[in-house]
């Protein structure tokens, strides 16, 4: 099982990102997906999930409203868009598989991780 997070890069303050979580080895139709992200020096941070259901989504409080995750089963991939950039959501963004799941902010809830990207906010 593999999950390849990808997308990430140097964004300018104001600006968007698209991560993309390419899944296999597993059928993402059965799994919730949780975005989580690291900054230096802090802990791993819930930002948002999304069950197996396209209608069932859960946003950190932090990025509600500049957030939105969303999947695409032909491609087993899920996507993390976030607008509105600024420092401090600089980070290694990292996608998690949970079979069956809740896209709870739960780390131990998840079952597959990927190896994560690196997303740097310039002002």
């Known amino acids: 099982v593999q999950l390849q997070a990808s997308g990430g890069g140097l964004v300018q303050a104001g600006g968007s990102l698209r991560l993309s979580c390419a899944v296999h080895g597993l059928d993402l139709d059965y799994y919730a997906i949780g975005w989580y992200r690291q900054a230096p020096g802090k802990e791993r941070e819930f930002v948002g999930g999304?069950?197996?259901?396209?209608?069932?989504?859960n946003y950190s409080d932090s990025v509600k409203g500049r957030i939105t995750i969303s999947r695409d089963s032909a491609k087993n991939t899920a996507y993390l868009e976030m607008n509105d950039l600024d420092s401090e959501d600089t980070g290694t963004y990292y996608c998690?598989?949970?079979?069956?799941?809740?896209?709870?902010?739960?780390?131990?809830?998840?079952?597959?991780w990927g190896q994560g990207t690196l997303v740097t906010v310039s002002s």
């Open positions: 999304a069950r197996e259901s396209p209608d069932h989504v």
């Open positions: 998690a598989a949970d079979l069956g799941g809740w896209a709870t902010p739960i780390v131990d809830d998840y079952d597959w």
